[in-house]
């Protein structure tokens, strides 16, 4: 794909042809894709990302700086139900036309409100993104608290046993991190040493460096507490454990989670890779949890992370920023509360009721 050629957008502070209007809107573009090419996204998903946001800007008849969140849900109506595009297509547009305005606003706002007298807001938001299409695909409901309890129990109960220590330790570790702080398998396996920082907060955080980015944007950052018990899990791990994989612990670019293997060059260890961890949390569910064999993956347990802290109380907004998720519609679909919560909910509200009538001088 050949870019267009981009000048600067050292524009004069007022424009009043169309055609400068014009020329204007498409250096705005030419600057989103420039930017976007320097970040490393490849030439077939910026033309897709172009022909998206002109397309945008031809539905609504007008500049693309004067767009608000109704021309967005006239936008997807049109896109789902006149030309029938699948979900999918529809919910990669919206993201398309979300990265692009994401530029403008953190870039350009203000030059655009000094030209144009318009000011700039993002068109799409939670509400009328379309929602992941799924195809049907099963849920990924998580056991319920007293079969994860037992299996974790059972697992830690087994490891001064374990035939091979060290790598059974860091597994469980794994595994513990996916249960109790909502880390993506990734994430895990590319913390260092120096990511957990006991120094931040009441609890200490692990800084994951490696988060998942949305799309082409690159790996996306975030400080996660280690509640639930995670500090405990590390002080063990950095305690007990981790030296006696070889002396590189004590450099703070060492990987947290390592692998028995060495680099041959500098006889560090190595990271462990995404299949033994895998590997690991399934020996485990077939030893002690065999009902689940095959479905209790790392993203289950994410789920079962979200699900669980929820049903303890911790409101939405905070578990959608433990689990890095930039949508808390995303949030939402990780929230499994199983098939007895009404009835529980239904029975403590009696109980108040109960107790205020119980109350002297009612």
Known sequence: MTLAVVRSLDWPRQLHSAAELDDFEQELVDQYALAVVGSGVGDSSIASDRAVVFGFARFIGRHLWTASADDADRFFVHQRKTLRLTRTTVQHKALALARFYDFVLARYQGDIHAITGHVVVQPIDEFNRPAKADYGAPRRIP?????????????????????????????????????????????????DVRDWRPDLGELGKLHVRFGKGSQGRGPKVRLVPAINSVDALIEWWLTDVRH???????????????????????????????????????????????????????????????????????????????????????????????????????????????????????
């Open 143 to 191: 056991p319920c608290d007293e079969e994860v309890e037992e299996f974790f129990t059972a697992w830690r109960d087994w490891l001064p046993t374990a035939r091979k220590y060290l790598p059974a330790a860091r597994d469980y570790l794994a595994a513990s991190l996916w249960r109790r702080a909502g880390l993506r398998i990734g994430e895990t396996l590319m913390l």
């Open 244 to 362: 006696q994989f070889g002396d590189d612990y004590e450099s703070p670019d060492a990987p947290l989670l390592p692998s028995e293997r060495r680099d041959l060059d500098t006889g560090r260890c190595l990271r462990v890779g995404n299949d033994a961890l895998r590997s690991g949390l399934a020996a485990a569910v077939a030893s002690w949890l065999p009902k689940w064999n095959g479905r209790l993956t790392p993203h289950v347990l994410r789920h079962y992370c979200a699900s669980s802290l929820y049903t303890r109380g911790m409101d939405l907004k905070a578990i959608q920023d433990l689990l890095g998720h930039e949508w808390l519609s995303t949030t939402t679909r990780y929230i499994h509360v199983h098939s007895d919560h009404v009835e529980k909910a239904w029975a403590q509200a009696n109980e108040r009721v109960a107790a205020r009538l119980a109350e002297p001088g009612r």
